[in-house]
């Protein structure tokens, strides 16, 4: 006995409640069993074989619960209500005795059992053999009457999503909360349950921005707080070593600076002298922000990272002719900053570099940077208030804005600078000593 859920064509489409219908064949089945007083020898014979299978199906009905009430209308209250509103409607019409909804036993027990999962060694004794037969009612479901093709599954599928779909829209209006739960709670009916998931998804949409915001600003204030503790580190160095920032090597102006991995080629190699002499641990090193310095696992004798995507912080370019120290009197200059994207994209061999990106870590909104008094400031431009770039030596920074005003060379795109990457070459060094050039 199939049940579809197509909307009846003799019904308004809106301001109606939804239905569903047995199919044509089942129905006058359902009728004849009825019109019989549920005989299946009593039906005619082209109704006989769908009735001896609904007859099956009502069969645990049989040993009636209710002693003020046959099994013929114990019977006829189930198929009542399982055929909906529609058939209800068409019994008052036809002026029969209302039979729209089971006794108030019956249906409580058919509510604990659905709220259940249809587990009934979890209802109270005093409703469990209700929900005992009503879940022997149910189980003759599992059993079709007549074979399902691949076809007719996928269109019973469809009947099925259909009908589960009217029902969401018949409840999305109301929400029904119980007070009277045998396990001395509350509890939602299943139908319920869909307007709340609902209204959810409606939340988490309206909600979704705020919370994003509220990650992405949890992350900056994590990696700043991390890049802190990378500036006690670089002051307690200096300390130790006569205000000098944190050496790996000789540091050659003129020398290559972005080869990750050695030592005599490599700026970041000078900013893991903090790792390899103890001074800060790997993890203090990697930027929350860059997903590929996390869970790192490097030897205690590295004297670099493996390459330039696993740095997290671009340091000041130490492959220069005169060198910051922490004496200087210039208070509070900059050290370090969240990765370059300047330097990573001219490394990976890109033709354009844009020198107004931010630094990846934080997925272009921004960048924190340590200055050499302890404080990280968050600057969602790579321009500093005095208008030097974080990313490039001065001498590049003339040469764009010299382009730009002469109109030669300029390709802008919502304001970002656009030049050639032969320009940055990973040779270059800081102009002077208050030139703030980060690398790699």
């Known amino acids: 006995m199939s049940r579809v859920s197509e909307p009846d064509p003799n019904q308004p489409d809106e301001g109606s409640e939804p239905s569903a219908h047995l199919c044509p064949k089942s129905d006058a089945a359902m009728q004849a069993l009825v019109d019989a007083r549920f005989d299946p020898a009593a039906v005619p014979p082209e109704h006989k074989a769908r009735c001896m299978h609904i007859d099956a199906l009502l069969g645990p009905l049989n040993e009636c ?23 209800n409607q068409a019994a008052n019409q ?8 089971l006794c108030p036993d019956d249906d409580g027990a058919l509510e604990l059992l659905v709220s259940e999962h249809f587990e009934t060694r979890h209802i109270t004794q005093a409703m469990r053999p209700r929900a ?32 589960v779909q009217a029902q969401r829209t018949l409840a999305s209006s109301r929400v029904h909360i119980h007070e009277a739960s045998p396990r001395g709670g509350r509890h939602l009916r299943f139908i319920d349950l869909s307007s709340i998931a609902a209204l959810f998804v409606v939340g988490a949409a309206l909600l979704w921005p705020t919370v ?16 802190g503790s990378v500036g006690s580190a670089v002051g307690q160095y200096a300390l130790d070593h006569n205000a000098a920032l944190p050496m790996a090597s000789a540091s050659l102006a003129g020398r290559t600076w972005w080869n990750v991995g050695k030592p005599e080629e490599s700026n970041s190699a000078n900013l893991f002298t903090l790792r390899r002499t103890g001074y800060a641990s790997l993890e203090q090193l990697a930027s929350p922000g860059n997903a590929k310095a ?65 630094s990846p870590n934080f997925a272009g909104r921004g960048q924190n940077v340590l200055h050499s008094d302890g404080q990280v400031v968050w600057l969602q431009t790579p321009s500093t208030a005095s208008g030097d770039d974080l990313w490039l030596p001065a001498s590049i920074e003339r040469g764009i804005k010299a382009a730009q005003r002469k109109g030669q060379g300029q390709s802008q795109a919502q304001g970002n600078h656009e030049m050639p990457c032969q320009a940055l070459r990973g040779v270059e060094q800081p102009e002077t000593i208050n030139d703030t050039f980060l690398c790699p």
């Open 94 to 101: 036809r002026g029969d005795v209302p039979l729209a909804q």
């Open 212 to 227: 994003s915001a509220m990650r992405q600003r949890a992350m900056q204030v994590a990696g700043a707080s991390r890049m």
């Open 294 to 358: 996390q869970g790192l696992a490097l030897p205690p004798d590295a004297w670099d990272w493996p390459d330039l995507e696993c740095v997290s912080y671009s340091y000041q370019n130490q492959f220069a002719t005169q060198r910051r120290c922490m004496n200087d009197r210039a208070v509070g200059f900059i050290i370090l900053a969240d990765k370059s994207p300047v330097a990573l994209r001219a490394w990976r061999g890109e033709l354009v570099v844009y020198a107004d990106e931010n």
């Open 65 to 87: 619960l209710h002693p003020k009430e046959s099994a013929e209308t114990l019977w006829a209250k189930t198929i009542i209500r399982l055929r909906g509103q529609a058939a």
């Open 132 to 163: 005992e037969r009503i879940s022997a009612l149910l189980k003759g479901l599992d059993q079709p009457s007549v074979p399902i093709t691949d076809a007719g599954r996928d269109e019973l599928v469809s009947r099925v999503l259909t009908a």
